[in-house]
């Protein structure tokens, strides 16, 4: 994801950054986000976006890119499911903390 960033201008660069700073101080009003599937959501700015899953108190940020159709694809949204799943079933293992 953050390679995924590092390569934009810097102009979308501090876009997302302010989106996702945004997010973070919990502000959810002033971004635009699409619920993808159950959990599963993309912050849009621009002509990109961010997939992302809140658990708990925390922001998981998955992955970003630049959408060229109107769908998102699929593998995509499998892919934070898939993570989902992994930390979901870490905590229940106890291997990660929840706060």
């Known amino acids: 994801m953050r390679e995924f960033i590092r390569e934009l201008d810097l102009s ?9 700073t945004t997010l973070e101080q919990g502000d959810f009003q002033s971004v635009e986000i699409k619920t993808l599937r159950g959990k ?18 925390v922001i998981y940020f998955v992955s970003g890119f630049k ?22 079933k870490q905590k229940r293992r106890g291997k990660i903390k929840v706060r």
């Open 12 to 20: 979308d660069q501090a876009k997302i950054d302010a989106a996702i």
């Open 40 to 57: 599963i959501k993309e912050l849009i700015v621009r002509s990109f976006r961010i997939i992302f899953f809140i658990n708990g108190d």
């Open 67 to 88: 959408k060229k159709t109107r769908k998102t694809p699929r593998s995509e949204i499998e892919n934070a499911q898939n993570i989902l799943k992994l930390l979901n």
